[in-house]
């Protein structure tokens, strides 16, 4: 499985996804242009500028001179000649929007995404269908893509503002899912899900969901501790504990949630359990302060 980090970076950094081929070429890298390549529509608009394969500085990037029907050329206007004159065609110097909605949407299903649309709401923001939230019900998604950090915080903090319950904000990446921002957004309101960490390419060209790190790895940094009494050592079923909350997309612990894993962390005791009796409520937070403990010993903080 191949990440695609290089080309959601491009995602992002391109504005308003608009750029001349050999600027998505450059950006995406050769084996995510191929893949991104047929999503790329001409415009009318000319660029007035092509990329220069070593950019030194002020001259760059190279001139493109030609009459409306061509042909046209690069020159490079450094007075030391550093790029050589690149002849073009009509379609190397028109703009080109990538069909964002058709490249995306793969990737939208794939991290659980329903009824993937594209509908946009502002600049670098469009509502893409329902998602499941940490309180395991569907809510409204939001897409945003922006190059800057800034520009990210303040149209998730807008969100925020204008939305009255839980929504889940869609990323490329999670370079702009800052720590202060992760305070003022907190689950379980707010999930936030980065394509990057979440979705990979398999060898059949398909885009289909990964783990960000599997459980092992998540797991493995939980502080060994005492032996129950005739049962297994309590890091390890603190590991299976944890490790079934991850899968299940690292939820809000309710008492949905909770029931789940203590029905599957212990089956015997769970077939007599009565709802709403004292051995209900104790297997119930005996997983939920498991799961939170377990999060207090990770490395690595587990993001939903």
Not at 23 to 28: D, H, I, L, Q, S
Not at 111 to 120: A, I, S
Not at 248 to 257: C, E
Request: glycine share 8%; net charge positive; proline share 7%.
């Amino acid at each position: 499985m191949r990440s695609l980090t290089r080309l959601w970076l491009a995602i992002e950094d391109i504005s308003d996804l608009l750029a001349l081929p050999a600027v998505w070429a450059e950006k995406c890298g050769t084996d995510d242009f191929a893949r991104i390549e047929r999503f790329l529509s001409p415009t009318k608009d000319r660029s007035a500028r092509y990329p220069c394969p070593h950019p030194a500085g002020y001259n760059c990037p190279r001139l493109i001179i030609g009459d409306d029907g061509g042909p046209f050329e690069a020159l490079c206007q450094d007075p030391h000649k550093i790029c050589l004159d690149l002849p073009l065609g009509l379609k190397d110097v028109l703009l080109h929007e990538l069909d964002l909605l058709g490249f995306i949407k793969p990737a939208l299903v794939a991290v659980g995404v329903r009824n993937p649309q594209l509908e946009r709401r502002g600049h670098g923001v469009w509502n893409v269908g329902l998602a499941v939230g940490g309180d395991l019900v569907l809510q409204a998604a939001y897409l945003l893509v922006f190059g800057g950090a800034e520009d990210f915080a303040q149209a998730a903090m807008s969100l925020a503002n204008d939305l009255d319950g839980p929504f889940t904000i869609v990323a490329p990446t999670g370079r702009h899912w800052t720590g202060t921002l992760r305070e003022k957004l907190r689950p379980p309101r707010i999930t936030f899900i980065s394509l990057n960490d979440r979705v990979g390419m398999d060898e059949s060209g398909a885009l289909i969901a990964v783990r960000t790190l599997p459980i092992s790895e998540l797991t493995a940094n939980i502080v060994p501790s005492a032996r129950k009494a005739g049962g297994r050592p309590v890091a390890v079923q603190t590991q299976e504990i944890v490790a079934a909350w991850i899968a299940m997309g690292s939820p809000t612990l309710n008492a949905k949630v909770c029931d789940k894993l203590a029905r599957e962390a212990y089956p015997a005791e769970w077939k007599s359990v009565t709802v709403g009796s004292k051995l209900h409520k104790r297997l119930r937070d005996r997983v939920g302060n498991t799961v939170r403990r377990g999060k207090r010993q990770l490395a690595t903080k587990l993001i939903p």
